[in-house]
């Protein structure tokens, strides 16, 4: 470990959860990260000059915005780079933090709100569907932080132990690999989700047709088609308008959905 305690940079992770708080949309997430990197800035430049620990202050409120699980990886970084570069190559910070913003931001994305969320979402919701129980939410939390708190954990420490390991192999190349698991945790979550449709999404029609002295179930000639067709449909649907609206008509959306399905389920079209 070098200047930089540990405690310091356990005060930097605490200070990550309130990351969101002060987000605008001119610099994003600029405001939150200086306020969680001030304690290195303070260690670091306890004993300079107050206009060298100002203009430190100062290369964190420029534009930056990734996944808020990763900023205490990129902080405990940017605290490697602090502590063994001079004032005349601090400029080195600025370009390690928009190098990797983009990257990590699509990685966390994909991996964590794409991948790991639906997981537990739907953990939670089936003990709430199956049984009714309370626990449902309460395992969804926990999940989520069971992997969310040892990233950001490890991310500030590792961070900052092999910060400049990393950078220098980024020359190399060595940041293409975040691209590559992007693109895996892409398919991956494609995978989760269509899954989740087919076990979380419930729809029936109740049509029925006469055929001489029997009748036939429009629900299982459907099935015999493609299982689950209705539920896709559904959802494929609700992708469409969410997309088409920015998401901004969500909540017009699941309304709609709702006065749908209950009028629809009044005529016995849908059971």
């Known amino acids: 470990m070098g200047k930089i305690s540990k405690k310091t940079l356990n005060k930097v992770l605490w200070r990550t959860q309130t990351t969101q708080f002060s987000h605008n949309y001119e610099r994003m997430q600029s405001l939150s990260l200086t306020y969680d990197f001030a304690p290195v800035i303070e260690e670091l430049y306890k004993d300079r000059p107050k206009e060298e620990q100002v203009h430190a202050m100062q290369r964190y409120l420029e534009y930056f915005n990734t996944h808020p699980v990763a900023i205490p990886a990129i902080l405990g970084i940017c605290a490697a780079i602090e502590e063994?570069?001079?004032?005349?190559?601090?400029?080195?910070?600025?370009?390690?933090?928009?190098?990797?913003?983009?990257?990590?931001?699509?990685?966390?994305?994909?991996?964590?709100?794409?991948?790991?969320?639906?997981?537990?979402?739907?953990?939670?919701?089936?003990?709430?569907?199956?049984?009714?129980?309370?626990?449902?939410?309460?395992?969804?939390?926990?999940?989520?932080?069971?992997?969310?708190?040892?990233?950001?954990?490890?991310?500030?420490?590792?961070?900052?132990?092999?910060?400049?390991?990393?950078?220098?192999?980024?020359?190399?190349?060595?940041?293409?690999?975040?691209?590559?698991?992007?693109?895996?945790?892409?398919?991956?979550?494609?995978?989760?989700?269509?899954g989740l449709i087919t076990s979380t999404v419930k729809l029936s029609t109740g049509i029925k047709f006469s055929a001489g002295k029997g009748t036939i179930a429009l629900q299982d000639q459907l099935n015999n088609i493609m299982p689950c067709l209705l539920p896709v449909l559904l959802t494929a649907l609700c992708y469409f308008l969410l997309k088409k609206g920015q998401g901004k008509n969500s909540v017009w959306v699941i309304l709609g959905v709702l006065v749908a399905c209950i009028a629809l389920s009044c005529f016995g079209i849908l059971v």
């Open 84 to 194: 063994t570069t001079d004032e005349g190559h601090k400029d080195s910070v600025t370009n390690i933090k928009t190098g990797l913003m983009g990257p990590l931001a699509g990685l966390g994305d994909s991996m964590l709100n794409l991948t790991w969320f639906p997981i537990a979402g739907s953990i939670g919701a089936s003990l709430c569907v199956e049984s009714g129980s309370l626990l449902g939410p309460i395992v969804m939390f926990l999940l989520i932080n069971l992997l969310y708190w040892p990233l950001k954990y490890f991310g500030i420490h590792k961070g900052y132990e092999k910060g400049m390991e990393l950078i220098q192999n980024e020359q190399n190349g060595g940041l293409k690999i975040f691209d590559r698991l992007g693109n895996f945790a892409n398919v991956l979550g494609v995978v989760v989700v269509s």
